[in-house]
């Protein structure tokens, strides 16, 4: 266990739906990280906080947004779902000295329809 | 642009043999390189880091090497088992420009 939380570990929606996946990272960790894992493509990061500020973009899409609330839990949001965008969406978090030790979490399994 | 590569071929070897992993990587000079496990469906576990100036670092039944002039780290697992069986990704990063660029990761499966 690495002590990252997702949730829901599932969701199936329809193309067109917007969805919510949630992180809750590390006890004491500041950085949250957002990455898309789907068969073609590999395990592709998406963006980083730090502390409540986004730190740095990977290859987000402009209907993907993000943020990390006060508590540092964070929020992916996707939006206009395509079939593409079916994948396992992971979130990862760090402590402030080691940012390329990442901790991941479970998962959330996503299904567009 | 930067590329990884590992050898998308699956590995098998024969339990207690000593497996090896390549990850190869082009148009950049990484500071870090890390290594993970993977288990189908879960996320990935961090297993290493070694650093440009570290040539070798080891951790119980693991060892990495990490050359810069060749650009390429070796993962090592001596003595494997068949519970080491999962995909291994390695991630090179660059210091302080925060991309982080996995590889596509090499699946191993060690024999009883």
């Known amino acids: 266990d690495s002590g990252v939380t997702q949730t829901p570990k599932h969701l199936i929606t329809a193309t067109g739906q917007r969805v919510t996946l949630r992180c809750s990272p590390r006890s004491g960790d500041l950085s949250v990280y957002w990455y898309q894992q789907s068969l073609d493509q590999g395990l592709q990061f998406l963006i980083q906080?730090?502390?409540?500020?986004?730190?740095a973009k990977g290859n987000i899409l402009e209907r993907f947004s993000a943020q990390q609330f006060p508590d540092l839990h964070s929020e992916l949001n996707l939006s206009s779902l395509e079939l593409g965008d079916s994948a396992l969406y992971f979130c990862?978090?760090?402590?402030?000295?080691?940012?390329?030790?990442?901790?991941f979490g479970p998962g959330t399994r996503l299904t567009v329809t | 642009s930067q590329k990884i590569e590992q050898n998308s071929e699956a590995l098998n070897i024969q339990e207690g043999k000593t497996a090896t992993l390549t990850c190869n990587y082009t148009?950049?000079?990484?500071?870090?390189l890390q290594w993970y496990r993977q288990d189908p469906g879960r996320g990935p576990v961090f297993l290493l880091l070694?650093?440009?100036?570290?040539k070798e670092k080891r951790k119980e039944r693991l060892k990495v090497t990490f050359d810069t002039t060749l650009k390429q780290s070796l993962f090592h697992i001596t003595a494997s088992q068949p519970a080491d069986s999962a995909t291994y990704l390695c991630?090179?990063?660059?210091?302080?420009?925060?991309?982080?660029?996995f590889g596509t990761g090499t699946r191993l499966k060690v024999l009883a």
């Open positions: 991630a090179p990063s660059t210091s302080g420009t925060y991309k982080y660029i």
């Open positions: 070694i650093r440009e100036n570290e």
């Open positions: 990862a978090s760090s402590g402030l000295w080691r940012v390329y030790e990442q901790y």
């Open positions: 148009n950049y000079s990484p500071a870090y």
């Open positions: 906080y730090y502390n409540g500020e986004e730190r």
